[in-house]
Nanobody
Framework: VQLQAFGGGLVQTGGFLRLSCVASGITISNYIMGWFRQAPGKEREFVAVVDWSSVNKYYKETVKGRFTISRDNDKGAVFLQMANLQAEDTAMYYC??????????????????WGEGTLVTVSS
Protein backbone atom coordinates (compact mmCIF):
# COMPACT_ATOMS: atom_id res chain seq x y z
CA VAL A 1 0.00 0.00 0.00
CA GLN A 2 1.30 3.41 -0.90
CA LEU A 3 -0.12 6.90 -0.56
CA GLN A 4 1.88 9.38 -2.56
CA ALA A 5 1.27 13.04 -1.79
CA PHE A 6 2.53 15.86 -3.94
CA GLY A 7 1.80 19.45 -4.85
CA GLY A 8 3.49 21.25 -1.97
CA GLY A 9 5.85 24.13 -2.45
CA LEU A 10 6.81 27.66 -1.52
CA VAL A 11 4.05 30.23 -1.81
CA GLN A 12 3.54 33.77 -0.60
CA THR A 13 0.95 34.77 1.97
CA GLY A 14 -2.46 34.81 0.35
CA GLY A 15 -1.38 32.32 -2.29
CA PHE A 16 -2.88 29.07 -3.49
CA LEU A 17 -1.78 25.46 -3.66
CA ARG A 18 -3.48 22.21 -4.59
CA LEU A 19 -2.26 19.04 -2.94
CA SER A 20 -2.89 15.64 -4.43
CA CYS A 21 -2.59 12.17 -2.96
CA VAL A 22 -2.71 9.06 -5.08
CA ALA A 23 -3.26 5.67 -3.49
CA SER A 24 -2.07 2.32 -4.73
CA GLY A 25 -2.64 -1.09 -3.22
CA ILE A 26 -6.01 -0.15 -1.73
CA THR A 27 -9.42 0.74 -3.06
CA ILE A 28 -9.96 4.17 -1.59
CA SER A 29 -13.73 3.97 -1.96
CA ASN A 30 -13.51 1.70 1.10
CA TYR A 31 -11.70 4.35 3.12
CA ILE A 32 -12.31 7.66 4.75
CA MET A 33 -9.59 9.98 3.45
CA GLY A 34 -8.00 12.74 5.46
CA TRP A 35 -5.31 15.37 5.40
CA PHE A 36 -3.14 16.14 8.40
CA ARG A 37 -0.20 18.47 8.86
CA GLN A 38 2.77 18.78 11.14
CA ALA A 39 4.71 21.96 11.68
CA PRO A 40 8.28 21.87 13.06
CA GLY A 41 8.24 21.20 16.78
CA LYS A 42 4.51 20.54 16.86
CA GLU A 43 2.30 17.50 16.91
CA ARG A 44 0.53 16.23 13.85
CA GLU A 45 -2.88 17.86 13.56
CA PHE A 46 -6.06 17.21 11.66
CA VAL A 47 -6.82 19.43 8.68
CA ALA A 48 -9.71 17.93 6.73
CA VAL A 49 -11.51 14.67 6.06
CA VAL A 50 -13.96 13.37 3.48
CA ASP A 51 -16.12 10.28 3.79
CA TRP A 52 -16.34 7.41 1.33
CA SER A 53 -18.78 9.07 -1.07
CA SER A 54 -17.94 12.74 -0.47
CA VAL A 55 -21.24 13.35 1.30
CA ASN A 56 -19.61 14.54 4.52
CA LYS A 57 -16.57 16.77 4.82
CA TYR A 58 -15.09 18.21 7.97
CA TYR A 59 -12.38 20.82 8.47
CA LYS A 60 -10.13 22.21 11.15
CA GLU A 61 -11.76 25.41 12.28
CA THR A 62 -8.91 27.64 11.16
CA VAL A 63 -8.98 26.37 7.56
CA LYS A 64 -12.73 26.50 7.01
CA GLY A 65 -13.58 28.66 4.05
CA ARG A 66 -10.01 28.49 2.74
CA PHE A 67 -9.36 24.77 2.22
CA THR A 68 -11.47 22.32 0.24
CA ILE A 69 -11.07 18.56 0.35
CA SER A 70 -12.29 16.37 -2.49
CA ARG A 71 -11.77 12.89 -3.79
CA ASP A 72 -11.96 10.93 -7.01
CA ASN A 73 -12.52 7.28 -6.19
CA ASP A 74 -12.14 6.22 -9.82
CA LYS A 75 -8.64 7.70 -9.87
CA GLY A 76 -7.80 6.58 -6.34
CA ALA A 77 -7.00 10.14 -5.37
CA VAL A 78 -7.81 12.76 -2.76
CA PHE A 79 -7.12 16.47 -3.09
CA LEU A 80 -6.74 19.48 -0.86
CA GLN A 81 -7.23 22.88 -2.40
CA MET A 82 -5.74 25.58 -0.21
CA ALA A 83 -6.45 29.24 -0.75
CA ASN A 84 -5.45 32.41 1.08
CA LEU A 85 -2.53 30.60 2.65
CA GLN A 86 -1.07 32.05 5.82
CA ALA A 87 2.27 31.61 7.56
CA GLU A 88 0.64 29.35 10.14
CA ASP A 89 -0.27 26.91 7.36
CA THR A 90 3.42 26.14 6.90
CA ALA A 91 3.86 22.42 7.60
CA MET A 92 4.42 19.01 6.14
CA TYR A 93 1.07 17.81 4.85
CA TYR A 94 0.13 14.13 4.98
CA CYS A 95 -2.74 12.24 3.46
CA UNK A 96 -4.22 9.31 5.36
CA UNK A 97 -6.72 6.53 4.79
CA UNK A 98 -8.86 4.94 7.47
CA UNK A 99 -11.65 2.39 7.36
CA UNK A 100 -13.04 2.66 10.88
CA UNK A 101 -12.32 5.79 12.90
CA UNK A 102 -13.00 4.51 16.39
CA UNK A 103 -11.96 7.61 18.29
CA UNK A 104 -12.83 10.30 15.83
CA UNK A 105 -11.87 11.93 12.59
CA UNK A 106 -9.12 14.01 14.19
CA UNK A 107 -7.22 11.13 15.79
CA UNK A 108 -4.18 10.17 13.70
CA UNK A 109 -3.89 6.72 15.26
CA UNK A 110 -7.28 5.76 13.84
CA UNK A 111 -5.98 5.96 10.27
CA UNK A 112 -4.57 2.84 8.69
CA UNK A 113 -2.29 4.19 5.99
CA TRP A 114 -0.22 7.33 5.59
CA GLY A 115 1.63 9.05 2.80
CA GLU A 116 5.14 10.43 3.25
CA GLY A 117 4.08 14.02 3.13
CA THR A 118 4.53 17.07 0.98
CA LEU A 119 5.98 20.30 2.34
CA VAL A 120 4.04 23.55 2.21
CA THR A 121 5.94 26.72 3.04
CA VAL A 122 4.14 30.06 3.19
CA SER A 123 6.36 33.11 3.20
CA SER A 124 5.30 36.56 4.33
Amino acid sequence: VQLQAFGGGLVQTGGFLRLSCVASGITISNYIMGWFRQAPGKEREFVAVVDWSSVNKYYKETVKGRFTISRDNDKGAVFLQMANLQAEDTAMYYCAAGQILRTGIEEPSDYDYWGEGTLVTVSS
